[in-house]
């Protein structure tokens, strides 16, 4: 058998207030044309105020985007790449959050690759998948949340407003050339948003760190360029996974209790990047794979803190509210990790017993949850049992990711762990 | 005051027999003319041989060059050079260890840049330092020592004959590619090469676990394209020195003692990637900082295991000999870090002295060289006293690397310490 780990790892830069080179980077990169993307509430936030003044310091000629979608859409991205290929860019600045951060992905992707037909790109089952050979723009990610890791990767992800389930882009080739790691910019977000998005770094976390190892993973392209960047648990992420939960434990309680907490905010803005080249090459499993639905399918729930027009479930929640479930069902394969997780999350473990380890876990990631204020359970998100089997059928296309499970997953599965999400505490 | 850390990360790849994929990934490229380059000893051995298979297998045209000096030298990468401006390459692959993978960068560096004077991109205060902005090609490396990491590293080394010194060029624009990471090459590898090379990773965690923090690095250059890649320790390069030492420790003993122990001398092919990806970012010091002299100035010293017909300070025993002597004069910076390496490495601190960390570390490594039968001292490899004045002045002019040392050093510091690295048991 023949076993292949390939890492693509990321440039990024890291210190208060290191955002004002940006405009030296696009200086230093040639750039004569340059797209900035952010959302409209960033907009009028001190993160673009400080990419503003960089880029008029260094007299870069841009073009400003910010109507980019909280929680994107095909539609949402589709506006964004019609704006990519009228401006004709030869750069990319990102400013925001996972929304932004991706939205600008795809606006480069198909920018560059104008004659692609959207679904080319979008990953199978869904779309076609197709491999990114086209050269494309240098992009910048300027992330200004502390949780997707979105600078890293090379993942954009969307909800598929057709079919009401989330689906994304996948390869290499859309990773940021650079990501400028600001956590001056952490300080503006609001309580909520700094909670969820490092719900987010501590499934990444949790979830790159249990999936199944690279060796067990399958198909094994015989073509590099058809590699997945998902590739299951390996040597390399799992030093990146255990070291961003480590500071998540560490650091994401007080992030979210004081805004003033520069040390806590800055760690976890660092950690969601080390979280991001750990699951940008292990890949997510199941907290992500139902999470897709979960957003998906929302109803009218509108979070605290969020200051947009529409309802959604922010992608951090609709990750955490399911791993409670998730780590009690995947733990029968890897008990050792689990506990080893529980562990570094706070429990004492000097007397459990390895075959509990999935339930140890559970409950502390439930009490940790209590502790963070956070809605209790699907339910109080607005689901209900009716829900389940759209939950469910929303879960199945999401193969990318629920093949990474170490555990396999029927449908019946799937259902329970929905169940069990319903009420946490 | 404004800290900047950049992070240039690499694109690795690693499994057994990896080495398969190097023809796709030039089609992949749609190289039409590669460079292929190594050294005369692994040109007859099989790595050279899988890179072949691989080559013919994909119909890759390309041209062999097998004239790398180990441990190369200006008129040695100048000769290299050469073969690259004639051949008008589209792509390189570098199969051997350090010597080769360095001199394949600078090939393509200075093919790349035809009308560039050969000292412009060499380090100040030797050269001029020049930063590079030219485009070049893609250089896959394939690393056949488990030792300097070069694979990850925007690092050059050569010996300037003139000043019997060496140096280097150093410049993310020069990392390669990619790097293909196949532990089936360090099978190969005769014994003594398994440990110079270990040493070098060795060296490579302790110096870049220890040197001067990012954030009192000066100067810090306002414009981002002249930030030197060595950078001062740092919370990501942190992560990867003490994740490369902890395979060290466990091992690089069972590597050497056991040309068959497949787990070992994987695991150290991992751990050199890993400790080039932490020193690539943070730097190394003292012990690489007076390795070079020690290097540049043998005298008939022929090591055992080496298929060369010069003489030659092999680089990872050049650098190791004096460790002792640095970390025992360097401790008083960050002792902890220095008693954290050395519990790591196996000493028993539970009733250490943090004042005693130098020492403590310093008796750690001469007993893990001795037990590695390592020649013992510089005195043991032709240098005596009387050498000491041009080992401190081949050291003076290293200071990219020295000035990243903890604690500052006088010329009469650098005599203590070649003098301290005489006799080492
Ligand atoms: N690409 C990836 O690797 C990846 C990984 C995980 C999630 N995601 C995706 O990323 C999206 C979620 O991104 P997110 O969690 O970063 O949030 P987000 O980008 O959706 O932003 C959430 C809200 O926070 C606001 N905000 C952001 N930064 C702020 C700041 N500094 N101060 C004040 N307000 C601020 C935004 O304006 C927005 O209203 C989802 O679509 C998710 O699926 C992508
Ligand atoms: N670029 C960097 O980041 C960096 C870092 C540290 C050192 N260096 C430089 O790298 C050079 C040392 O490189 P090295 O230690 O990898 O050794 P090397 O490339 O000098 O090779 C040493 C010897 O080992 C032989 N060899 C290599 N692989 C073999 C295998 N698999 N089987 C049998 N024989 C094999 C070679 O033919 C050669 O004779 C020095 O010039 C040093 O200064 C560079
Ligand atoms: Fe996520
Ligand atoms: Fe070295």
Redesign the interface.
């Known amino acids: 058998m023949?076993?292949?780990?390939?890492?693509?790892?990321?440039?990024?830069?890291?210190?208060?207030?290191?955002t004002k080179?940006v405009g030296?980077?696009l200086q230093?990169l040639g750039a004569k044309r340059v797209c900035l993307m952010t959302d409209r509430n960033l907009s009028q936030l001190p993160p673009v105020d400080a990419v503003l003044n960089s880029l008029t310091k260094s007299g870069i000629n841009f073009q400003m985007y910010d109507n980019v979608r909280v929680e994107p859409t095909d539609q949402s991205f589709l506006d964004a790449i019609e704006f990519a290929k009228k401006g004709e860019f030869d750069a990319y600045v990102a400013v925001g959050g996972g929304s932004v951060i991706d939205t600008c992905k795809a606006a480069n992707l198909y920018a560059s690759s104008p004659t692609s037909d959207f679904l080319d790109y979008v990953n199978a089952p869904i779309g076609k998948g197709k491999a990114v050979?086209v050269p494309l723009k240098p992009l910048i990610a300027v992330p200004t949340t502390a949780g997707t890791g979105s600078e890293t990767t090379g993942v954009a992800i969307f909800d598929f407003k057709e079919l009401k389930v989330k689906t994304g882009i996948a390869s290499r080739a859309i990773k940021p050339t650079l990501g400028i790691i600001d956590p001056l910019h952490t300080l503006s977000m609001p309580e909520r948003i700094v909670a969820n998005s490092g719900f987010d770094v501590l499934c990444h976390a949790l979830e790159s760190y249990t999936p199944l190892p690279y060796k067990m993973r399958s198909p094994c392209p015989?073509?590099?360029?058809n590699r997945p960047a998902y590739q299951g648990s390996?040597?390399?992420s799992d030093?990146?996974a255990l070291?961003a939960l480590r500071i998540v434990a560490k650091y994401l309680k007080r992030a979210i209790r004081n805004p003033e907490d520069r040390e806590a905010r800055a760690n976890m803005h660092?950690a969601s990047a080390?979280a991001g080249?750990g699951f940008g090459n292990a890949g997510v499993h199941l907290c992500h794979g139902m999470s897709y639905p979960i957003s998906g399918l929302v109803k009218t729930y509108k979070p605290k803190d969020y200051n947009v027009d529409h309802s959604l479930v922010p992608h951090g929640l609709s990750v955490v509210l399911t791993s409670p479930a998730v780590f009690a069902f995947t733990a029968q394969v890897h008990p050792e990790r689990h506990l080893e997780a529980a562990e570094i999350l706070g429990a004492d473990i000097r007397t459990a017993r390895i075959k509990d380890a999935g339930l140890i876990l559970a409950d502390t990631l439930r009490k940790f949850l209590f502790d963070l204020n956070v809605d209790d359970g699907l339910a109080a998100i607005g689901y209900s049992k009716a829900d389940i089997p759209a939950l469910v059928k929303g879960t199945l296309p999401q193969e990318r990711v629920t093949k990474l499970s170490p555990r396999p997953q029927t449908e019946e599965d799937l259902s329970a762990l929905f169940e069990a999400s319903m009420k946490l505490y």
């Open positions: 023949f076993f292949v780990l390939q890492m693509a790892i990321s440039n990024i830069r890291y210190g208060e207030g290191v080179e030296m980077d230093n050979t015989s073509n590099p360029i390996n040597p390399i030093v990146w070291h660092l080390f080249i």
